[in-house]
């Protein structure tokens, strides 16, 4: 099987990561992979704020605080992902962009999980000054988020894929 292939199969979300960091380089490296993701009409809409060491401390505190939960399971970096309001298919290209940085990461030794908090937390009038204190332009709203790290779990195989969800149609 070839390697692209493998990596698809045997990316998997992880909730337990070591507490190493993954070095700078890997990560721009994965969100370089994000942003070559395709966009409609090439609007690339996406906004990607990588969060690393003290920004990620006072973001989880942060979240923590509007979800009264900590969704992010004690990962090295995380990576939000915004998408222009004003785009033709924002979320579209957002997920598209974290769909390819999973994949580069697994493709690079470093695990991931989507955290879809980043929905719940950044909604309501107050949305573009909260998002502001994260880099965020302004009339940007939440696809979703994305925690990397080197994964504390042990490996597992993918979920069984349920039956009847592709149509073949040949004539
Ligand atoms: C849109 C979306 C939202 C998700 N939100 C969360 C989340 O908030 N927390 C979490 O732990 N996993 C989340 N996941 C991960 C899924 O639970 C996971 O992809 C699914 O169980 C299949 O497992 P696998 O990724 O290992 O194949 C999300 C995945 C997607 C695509």
């Not at 698809?8 to 992979?33: G, N, W």
Request: proline residues 5%; charged residues 20%; hydrophobic residues 45%.
């Amino acid at each position: 099987m070839n390697e692209v292939l493998q990596t698809i199969y045997t990316r998997r979300s992880v909730r337990s990561y070591e507490a190493e960091p993954v070095p700078e380089a890997v990560l721009q490296e994965i969100v370089k992979a994000g942003i070559y993701a395709p966009s409609a009409m090439n609007q690339q809409s996406w906004h990607l704020t990588v969060l690393t060491r003290k920004a990620l401390e006072r973001y989880v505190a942060f979240a923590e605080k509007k979800a009264g939960r900590n969704a992010y399971h004690n990962a090295p970096a995380v990576v939000l992902v915004f998408g222009d309001s004003a785009a033709i298919e924002p979320v579209r290209d957002g997920t598209l962009a974290i769909s390819s940085m999973m994949l580069a990461a697994r493709s690079l030794g470093v695990s991931s999980c989507w955290i879809n908090i980043v929905n719940h937390i950044f909604t309501g009038p107050d949305t573009d000054a909260m998002a502001a204190e994260w880099g965020i332009p302004a009339g940007y709203r939440p696809v979703g988020s994305l925690e990397l790290g080197y994964s504390a779990e042990e490996a597992r195989e993918a979920a069984p894929r349920k039956d009847g969800t592709v149509t073949w149609l040949s004539e």
